[in-house]
């Protein structure tokens, strides 16, 4: 019994984009500051389109107040996207940071998390998620701006090349499940 020349085509698809995703994942691990700066540019553009957006939201509003007010955040969504756009260092220092208290703040949910659930089975995963996240948060924290430098890119690589280990992973182990014909 073979597999069929459509999951076979998406296999090979899935398996060249794990490839890429990897090979991106361990750029972006070996140079996470550049990693990190282009990650901000490009939250930067996603901010200043947002910005745009609220402009073009403005001219549905039918009151004049809220109208104004649509702007008003049009131009804070312009203004910031426009600062992280021009000054990525800047941006990078700024979004570590919020980073950092994200990841404190998952770690404090992750740990009530577990001690809600502890009687079931499994849950130890939570508490050792939020110890790790309250670890790395420290470590971004305590070492702020300095772990600017590495921060984002690092984590942005470790996540993309996650990524493309699944995406290679995947369809590797479909492939040994179908006997040969």
């Known amino acids: 019994m073979g597999t069929s020349p459509v999951v076979e085509h998406a296999t090979g698809w899935s398996m060249a ?21 282009a990650a901000t540019v490009f939250y930067g553009w996603l901010i200043a389109f947002a910005g745009a957006g609220h402009f073009i939201y403005a001219w549905s509003e039918r009151g004049a107040g809220a109208a104004l007010w649509q702007m008003l955040i049009g131009v804070l969504y312009l203004f910031a996207g426009f600062y992280v756009i021009f000054h ?11 980073l950092a208290c994200y990841i404190a703040v998952e770690g404090v949910l992750e740990l009530v998390t577990f001690f809600a659930v502890r009687r079931l ?3 130890a995963w939570f508490l050792l998620d939020g110890i790790v996240s309250l670890v790395l948060a420290a470590l971004i924290l305590f070492h702020w701006p300095n772990s600017s430098v590495w921060a984002i890119g690092t984590l942005l690589g470790i996540s993309i090349l996650f990524s493309g280990i699944a995406r290679l992973m995947m369809p ?4 040994r499940l179908v006997p040969a014909v």
């Open 88 to 98: 990525p260092v800047g941006g990078i220092i700024a979004l570590t940071l919020v």
């Open 121 to 123: 089975s499994g849950t």
């Open 172 to 175: 590797m182990s479909r492939r």
């Open 17 to 37: 984009i794990g490839v890429l995703l990897i090979m991106l994942g361990v750029l972006a691990v070996g140079a996470p500051f550049f990693a990190g700066l």
